[in-house]
């Protein structure tokens, strides 16, 4: 069971907005920066947000992240077919002292 | 335009030892403020964190896979690689290299990804 837990799946219709969120503690989402990743069915995992809220050069405003004490929330609005993906949230643990993701979420456009 | 590209056995045989390499073109790996690390998906399931790697040899593991795990770096070759010893069916995966950016380990993130290489433990 992952220290950062996300809903198994989520879903929408073209247009709409849907959220999925990432709950963990004090030792990861707590004290570090989460990170959000989206994986197409058979490729490698994209960067999608980092460092809470920021997205990187070619990702869409549709997509935004927020944090606030030790959960996190991904934000997806204007809903397209093409997101129909699986979507991780990450952070550091300090515990751990390592990187953990959570398990996942399966997003599926109606 | 940076690469990474996986390599290595697509078969191991259980109990035996899993070496991967990550060649990394289009960037040194010589270079502050970036880790290179490993990423595993076990088939239909969610991403593992493995470990990473500075280019000086300071690595940090994954403490589940600690006591099998080695993260080397090979910087004439621009090549990181990964280790796992030890290996079961458990351990048939995807395995992803990745280079982790972010001002530090903890605020790092993983940008830049391998196409991945399904690696199946089995006799």
């Known amino acids: 069971q992952s220290l950062l837990t996300q809903p198994p799946s989520a879903s929408g219709t073209p247009g709409q907005r849907v959220t999925i969120s990432c709950s963990g503690s004090?030792?990861?989402?707590?004290?570090?920066?989460v990170n959000w990743y989206q994986q197409l069915p058979g490729t490698a995992p994209k960067l999608l947000i980092y460092?809470?809220?920021q997205r990187p050069s070619g990702v869409p405003d549709r997509f935004s992240g927020s944090k606030s004490g030790t959960s996190a929330s991904l934000a997806i609005s204007g809903l397209h077919s093409d997101d129909e993906a699986d979507y991780y949230c990450?952070?550091?643990?300090?515990?751990?002292?390592?990187?953990?993701f959570g398990g996942g979420t399966k997003l599926t456009v109606l | 335009q940076l690469q990474l590209q996986e390599s290595g056995p697509r078969l191991v045989k259980p109990s035996e030892t899993l070496s991967l390499t990550c060649t990394v073109s289009?960037?040194?790996?010589?270079?502050?403020?970036?880790?290179w690390g490993w990423i595993r998906q076990s088939p239909g399931k969610g991403l593992e964190w493995i470990g990473i790697?500075?280019?000086?040899?300071?690595?940090y593991y994954n403490p589940s896979l600690k006591s099998r795990v080695t993260i080397s770096v090979d910087t004439s070759k621009n090549q990181f690689s990964l280790k796992l010893s030890s290996v079961t069916a458990a351990d048939t995966s995807v395995y992803y290299c990745?280079?982790?950016?972010?001002?530090?380990?903890?605020?790092?993130?993983?940008?830049?990804w391998g196409q991945g290489t399904l690696v199946t433990v089995s006799s």
């Open positions: 460092s809470n809220n």
């Open positions: 289009g960037a040194s790996i010589i270079t502050s403020s970036y880790y």
């Open positions: 990450a952070a550091w643990d300090d515990s751990l002292n390592g990187v953990i």
């Open positions: 790697i500075y280019y000086s040899g300071s690595a």
């Open positions: 004090s030792s990861n989402i707590g004290s570090n920066t």
């Open positions: 990745a280079r982790q950016d972010g001002f530090t380990i903890r605020l790092g993130y993983f940008q830049h």
